[in-house]
């Protein structure tokens, strides 16, 4: 089965930073990748599919990049409401099997 | 605008069988796959199987022998059966519209969850 990695697991930022978090395949997936959201006793939000693809609603600032193994969320100004909890996914095909990361928490510095 | 809203017992037995259902409302479920996810509390997210209207079913393999998911077209909800539950089955379970992008699976739409308990 395909793992994901993500990096850090725990980030302490302040509003205005630019914070990056990365997500590692141990197989190449393409570009095959989605990132979501998630608030405290929320249900996770899409925030990008295909690696870089934007979800319809989601603000500019954020970003995503990468291809293969290596993957990348940016924020570019972090926002009050950006301090949450963000998981990368992917289907590995050949089981097929969905699989998230396990989770950068992104917290007020 | 597309609404999913999971119902069920909160609270089950061990041994027992974990029932939800998800009601889909500014959607066609037949036009869609459908997902349920789980996350157990203060943990990561768990994949627990997707289902088409037609029936056909892709399970997470660690859950494949005690998972049965169906669908109802005629009340545009999707349901989910976990058998002989124990404490390692509490979770948050939530539903999800799927869309694909090439070999990309990923899911656009949520429910707000429901917590399934399981205790004696």
């Known amino acids: 089965d395909i793992q994901l990695t993500q990096s850090p697991s725990f980030l302490s930022a302040s509003v205005g930073d630019r914070v990056t978090i990365t997500c590692r395949a141990s197989?190449?997936?393409?570009?095959?990748l989605a990132w979501y959201q998630q608030k405290p006793g929320k249900a996770p939000k899409l925030l990008i599919y295909?690696?870089?693809t934007l979800q319809s609603g989601v603000p500019s600032r954020f970003s995503g990049s990468g291809s293969g193994t290596e993957f990348t969320l940016t924020i570019s100004s972090l926002q009050p409401e950006d301090f949450a909890t963000y998981y990368c996914?992917?289907?590995?095909?050949?089981?097929?099997?969905?699989?998230f990361g396990g989770g950068t928490k992104v917290e007020i510095k | 605008q597309v609404q999913l809203q999971e119902s069920g017992p909160g609270l089950v037995k061990p041994s027992e069988t974990l029932s939800l259902t998800c009601t889909v409302s500014?959607?066609?479920?037949?036009?869609?796959?459908w997902s349920w996810i789980r996350q157990p509390p203060g943990k990561g997210l768990e994949w627990v199987g997707y289902i088409y209207y037609s029936g056909n079913t892709n399970y997470n393999p660690s859950l494949k022998s005690r998972v049965t998911m169906s669908v109802d077209t005629s009340k545009n909800q999707f349901s989910l059966k976990l058998s002989s539950v124990t404490a390692a089955d509490t979770a948050v379970y939530y539903c999800a519209r799927d869309k694909w992008f090439g070999e990309l699976l990923y899911f656009d739409y949520w429910g707000q969850g429901t917590l399934v308990t399981v205790s004696s």
């Open positions: 295909a690696a870089s």
């Open positions: 996914q992917q289907l590995n095909s050949d089981s097929p099997r969905v699989t």
């Open positions: 197989q190449g997936i393409s570009s095959y």
């Open positions: 500014g959607a066609s479920i037949s036009s869609y796959y």
